[in-house]
Structures are given as C-alpha cells and as structure tokens.
C-alpha cells in the first residue's frame, strides 16, 4: 500500500509561484508513475501533468503547458510540480497520485494511489 503526502499549497496572487511536493512512502517508488490532478470547488478533478517512472516522459494538460512542470527524485520518494505565471483559474485543490501503467495517462480512474490533496488558491 502506497502513502502520497502533498505539501506545498498556499495563497498567492496572480503571476506569482508555488511549489508542490508529493512524498511516498509503503511501497518501490520508481515502479510508479506519478501525477498531479486538480479539482476545482462544484468542478471534476482534472488531469494536470504525469511524469513517467524513469522522469524519461512528461505530459501536461493544455491548460498548464508552458507555465507548469513536473518533476520526480526517485532518491527522495518525491515528486514535484513547479508552478509559475499563475492564475486564478489554477485555484483548486491538488492531488498527487500513482499508477503502475495506463493507457490515458489523463483518466482519473487508471491512477491507484492518491494523496489528501493540498489547496493552492491565486488571488487576482
């Protein structure tokens, strides 16, 4: 049984940047590929960026390329996601989650292992 913790969330005002962390930890952290989702107040949780086991792959969604990025330390049981240039549409909450293989790296339901979530809220 994998644990996801995220830490990093806050406020901040548009423009500015944050920096999320997610540490596992019960289970081999790089047989695990890892991503962010977000979910908005009365919104689906929506795909944000996966980086593969090998930190080899990224994918982002349309709406973050270009101002967020994903990275993993294998050695630290951690993943991270850079955020800059931020909005405040990018207020949500933030979950980082885990899978061992997927076909749509964006579907929710093909990640095993999830995170309590931490807020991130952009003030304009």
């Known amino acids: 049984q994998v644990q996801l913790v995220e830490s990093g969330g806050g406020l901040v005002q548009a423009g500015g940047s944050l920096r999320l962390s997610c540490t596992a930890s019960g289970g081999t952290f790089e047989h695990y590929n890892m991503g962010w989702f977000r979910q908005a107040p009365g919104k689906e949780r929506d795909f944000v960026a996966l980086v593969t086991w090998n930190g080899r792959t990224t994918y982002y969604s349309d709406s973050v390329r270009g101002r967020f990025t994903i990275s993993r330390d294998n050695a630290k049981n951690s993943v991270y996601l850079q955020m800059n240039s931020l909005k405040p549409e990018d207020t949500a909450v933030y979950y980082c989650?885990?899978?061992?293989?997927?076909?749509?790296?964006?579907?929710?339901?093909?990640?095993?292992?999830w995170g309590q979530g931490t807020q991130v809220t952009v003030s304009s």
């Open positions: 989650a885990a899978n061992v293989g997927y076909s749509d790296h964006a579907a929710s339901g093909q990640y095993d292992y």
